[in-house]
């Protein structure tokens, strides 16, 4: 009877230790989130990396950074493709003005602020991804028809992603 009660006291002992961890993360990602101006895309972004777990408020802007990475390279490649297939000069030209924008965030933007993170100087971080976010807009304004162009909701997502790391790099201010 006393192993038992001793074996019900450890799992419980083990079971709550785990709880303000998790609890704290959860937490944290909320209360950041709550400072941008996507909060539901801002918790799932960042619930889903598993870094997150562990993560301060620099550790969420890192994620938040290879997030709108992540997102941006999908969407160049998408750019690509439509390029390959695209006739009309007028498309051509946007998409090819798209990939210029995507290859400014991929190859710059996302790598200056994720620098910027990790060396603690997050004013650039805020600019790199503001320019990031600039750059997605400018990408679906270079469309004859912006708000139905091929791409829109990858641009909208890159856009509010960069939003998302720009509200979270500020708070590193």
């Excluded at 079971?15 to 998790?22: A, E």
């Excluded at 997102?71 to 297939?85: D, H, R, S, V």
């Excluded at 290859?103 to 991804?129: L, M, R, Y």
Aim: hydrophobic fraction near 45%.
């Amino acid at each position: 009877m006393a192993n038992m009660i001793r074996l019900v006291i450890l799992q419980a002992v083990i079971s709550f230790s785990f709880l303000p961890g998790s609890y704290s993360a959860s937490n944290l990602i909320e209360t950041t989130c709550k400072q941008t101006p996507f909060f539901d895309l801002c918790v799932s972004s960042l619930q889903s990396d598993p870094r997150s777990s562990s993560a301060d408020v620099a550790g969420l802007a890192h994620i938040a950074a290879d997030n709108v990475n992540v997102k941006a390279t999908a969407t160049l490649q998408q750019i690509k493709g439509l390029l390959e297939g695209a006739t009309d000069p007028e498309l051509q030209k946007a998409l090819q003005g798209c990939v210029d924008k995507y290859n400014a965030i991929i190859q710059a933007d996302i790598p200056v602020a994720i620098e910027a993170i990790v060396k603690g100087n997050p004013k650039f971080a805020v600019s790199s991804a503001t320019d990031a976010a600039n750059e997605a807009q400018s990408c679906e304004k270079g469309f004859a028809n912006p708000p139905s162009s091929p791409i829109s909701d990858s641009n909208k997502d890159v856009n509010q992603l960069s939003l998302v790391l720009q509200s979270i790099a500020s708070l590193l201010l």
